[in-house]
């Protein structure tokens, strides 16, 4: 029987068009997805869009559109950059599909409820529209939303509460001892303070008339509106068949990753164990906690109007290359500032003149020296030797969430092969054996970049075949 491997990131907000902020996390889980499916495991990764929140609705109305047809079009626009990106997800999830969705999310509803951690009261809090939640005082920086750099709004509003507070021993004991992973470990002592600080109980629902009628009603009572990060949550559930399909649903619950941004651990490491412990769910097996995408350092979104259209990039310099920035520049735990300039530094030294360039010397050769060899074996043992070493420390970096290092590993071995190139010159010695050592160092490369860089992959192995050379990066 296969290893399961269910993968989730967070589903986006479609207020706006998703941009270069929203691909990392993605591209991570994409990463892994395909890393799983070379070990054969069964695999189900998900990603999706969040679309019953106030903000998509006032954003419809800015635009003088419904918001259903708002919606549909930020998500499509969504689920096409992320093929444009190749991301190999096995569903995309809305949150406004009522066959699929909105099951799961009444029936977690109800079972909270019978568990007695729903009732309804009257709330005055400090509400950040960004965040489409309540903060505490202590959340503010100067007054402000430290995400959104807005002052948030003094709401009054009767709504339904969940008794978050009920669980906070439960919740301290299971990420003290690692029953929820997360990674890294500084996020892990960040919310176990948080949890340590006192949990106060939190609103899940809102006035249908504030919402303007948009989203899912609370069961039994079509006054209010379920809160949409209780509806958002539950996408990790409902996706796989919670409410419709209890095989399927047992099949890959529970998730054994979900990859989000640092600004929403909160919801994934507090409300949602919590909201699964109420319903007596299991809980999810690791959450990894990526940095940000920032602008001159600061966080790119689109309330704060610096994002950056990926699509621009790809369409000048293929999606691989983007997808190599990404997971190469930045430690896979922290912020990233992107610039273009480092872009194209890093673009012309890996791509271009890094593996482009060795792929074209050794095809090059092969093609003069008319090299045949269908199935070679590696007969220098220094190569054969550095391709072992190279497919241990990458395996583990890998397993730890190390993107970075993984490419940092394979591109070691490019290096190694280039040096060998150059000490060996096969174009002065005719030795097919030193070209034959290569074709198969290279076969092994492409392997190796595969869940990375998925196109340059599969160019490489094709001109393996064919042993026709052709530029993978033309410099910038």
Not at 200 to 217: K, L, N, Q, V
Not at 267 to 276: I, Q, S
Not at 364 to 372: C, H, M, P, T, Y
Not at 433 to 454: M, R, W
């Amino acid at each position: 029987m296969k290893r399961k491997f269910y993968v989730t990131t967070a589903i986006d907000y479609v207020n706006d068009r998703v941009h270069l902020g929203h691909s990392l996390e993605k591209i991570q889980a994409d990463v892994l997805a395909r890393y799983h499916r070379i070990l054969d495991d069964d695999v189900f990764f998900l990603t999706g869009t969040d679309e019953n929140a106030q903000k998509n609705v006032l954003a419809a109305e800015k635009e003088g559109i419904s918001p259903k047809e708002f919606v549909d079009q930020n998500a499509n626009f969504a689920k096409t950059l992320w093929k444009k990106f190749n991301i190999s997800f096995n569903y995309f999830v809305r949150t406004t599909n009522k066959r699929i969705h909105w099951p799961g999310v009444k029936k977690l509803w109800l079972k909270c409820k019978e568990s007695g951690d729903i009732y309804k009261k009257n709330y005055t809090g400090f509400y950040c529209l960004g965040c489409e939640a309540f903060l505490r005082e202590t959340d503010l920086k100067n007054g402000l939303c430290p995400y959104h750099l807005k002052k948030p709004e003094i709401i009054s509003e009767e709504n339904y509460f969940f008794r978050l507070s009920r669980y906070q021993k439960d919740l301290e004991k299971i990420i003290e001892k690692d029953e929820i992973e997360i990674f890294p470990r500084e996020r892990k002592n960040e919310i176990l303070n948080f949890v340590k600080s006192g949990l106060e109980d939190f609103s899940i629902s809102r006035p249908r008339e504030r919402m303007r009628g948009w989203g899912i009603p609370v069961p039994n009572d079509k006054s209010q509106i379920i809160y949409v990060w209780f509806d958002a949550l539950t996408n990790y559930i409902s996706a796989i068949g919670y409410g419709r399909d209890e095989k399927l649903f047992k099949k890959y619950w529970p998730a054994d990753l979900h990859i989000i941004g640092k600004d929403i651990l909160k919801f994934h490491a507090v409300y949602w164990p919590a909201m699964l412990l109420s319903a007596k769910l299991e809980l999810p097996r690791k959450i990894l906690v990526h940095g940000f995408i920032t602008v001159a350092g600061q966080k790119m979104s689109k309330s704060l109007g610096n994002v950056i259209n990926p699509l621009e990039i790809i369409e000048k310099y293929g999606t691989d290359s983007l997808r190599y920035f990404l997971l190469r520049e930045s430690p896979p735990f922290e912020d990233l500032d992107f610039t273009l300039e480092k872009f194209k530094k890093r673009y012309n030294s890996d791509l271009a003149t890094g593996i482009g360039n060795l792929v074209l010397r050794v095809i090059g050769l092969a093609n003069k020296l008319k090299f045949s060899n269908s199935k070679p074996k590696i007969k220098d043992q220094k190569l054969k030797s550095e391709i072992a070493k190279t497919k241990r420390a990458w395996k583990k970096s890998l397993e730890e969430f190390r993107f970075n290092e993984s490419l940092a590993i394979v591109w070691s071995l490019i290096s190694f092969c280039d040096k060998f190139l150059q000490e060996k010159k096969p174009w002065e010695t005719k030795e097919k054996k030193v070209v034959s050592d290569l074709i198969t160092a290279l076969a092994e490369i492409a392997k190796l970049i595969e869940p990375f860089l998925p196109e340059t992959s599969e160019k490489i192995l094709k001109q393996i075949k064919n042993k026709k050379p052709i530029v993978l990066f033309p410099k910038a």
